[in-house]
């Protein structure tokens, strides 16, 4: 308990010290950072530490929680066709309204503070969802009523799985995965949106999960040097195969990201019974 109170209070006092650097010295590079913090490696790294540390089962329900509001995002984005404002400091592809990163990262991180139910948690989860969409705005990548209306489209998803997954956890779960994947068809099909492709094959592996609930349990009940070595094994397949495998049309993307989600959920399990063996 110790422990986990001294990471929180530490990673809470990381990110608002960052956010009053890159607040005061206005620099790019630090608004970069705080942005890369709602990017697509940070939710990785996220994932692994949730999934292997803290509850695999939690984990599974954020990321498919988080992965059904990127596809929304891409379907409202395409709807709407508002074009970022100008001038913003760094490069920035697809339309404005509303901001990606701001949904995202306020999908993610509602709904486990939700399910946790800790104040810092809460407080972790508050900082990180307001400098991360408050650093779009400071790049110039988007309006106010971007990120104003991610962060509401986030908390209202994110806030909305809490509870009907806390009710019936296996139908919320079957329920959303279908129009995760529904909705991504629609994102790539009739938008055009390149995210559409990833996001289903991350999907795709999130089939499987009611076959493995109890090696999750098996996992998460493990010494911390073997939950450590399962995140790295993970990791570095996750990562091989998100670097070598190329993406050259949709169907490859899909298969690539379906491929990355396997590895990132399945490499601790297959590990984990090694080692207990």
Do not use: Q
Request: glycine share 8%; charged share 15%.
């Amino acid at each position: 308990m110790k422990a986990k109170t001294a990471t929180l209070t530490l990673a809470s006092l990381a990110v608002l010290v960052l956010y009053l650097y890159a607040l005061v010295s206005d620099s790019t590079e630090a608004w970069v950072l705080i942005t890369e913090l709602g990017g697509e490696y940070a939710y990785i790294a996220l994932f692994l530490i949730l999934y292997v540390f803290i509850d695999g089962e939690l984990a599974l329900h954020a990321l498919l929680i988080t992965l059904t509001s990127i596809a929304l995002n891409g379907v409202l984005k395409g709807y709407f066709r508002i074009p970022r404002p100008s001038g913003g400091r760094v490069v920035e592809e697809g339309y404005s309204f509303p901001s990606r990163h701001a949904s995202t990262s306020s999908t993610f991180w509602s709904y486990v503070a939700v399910r946790v139910k800790d104040s810092l948690s809460a407080l972790l989860a508050s900082l990180l969802v307001f400098s991360i969409a408050y650093s779009r705005i400071a790049l110039g990548v988007h309006t106010p009523m971007d990120v104003g209306a991610g962060v509401l489209i986030g908390l209202t998803t994110g806030a909305l799985y809490s509870m009907t997954s806390k009710r019936k956890p296996l139908e919320a779960y079957h329920v959303t995965l279908l129009l995760g994947m529904v909705v991504s068809v629609v994102m790539g099909l009739v938008y055009a949106d390149y995210m559409a492709w990833k996001v289903l094959g991350l999907l795709f592996s999130l089939v499987f999960y009611t076959k493995v609930r109890g090696g999750i349990k098996l996992l998460n009940s493990s010494r911390t040097s073997v939950k450590a070595f399962c995140l790295l094994g993970s990791l570095v397949i996750g990562l091989l195969t998100l670097f070598l495998v190329p993406s050259t049309n949709e169907v490859i993307s899909v298969i690539k990201y379906f491929l990355v989600g396997v590895a990132l959920i399945y490499t601790p399990l297959l590990l984990t019974r090694r080692f207990r063996r």
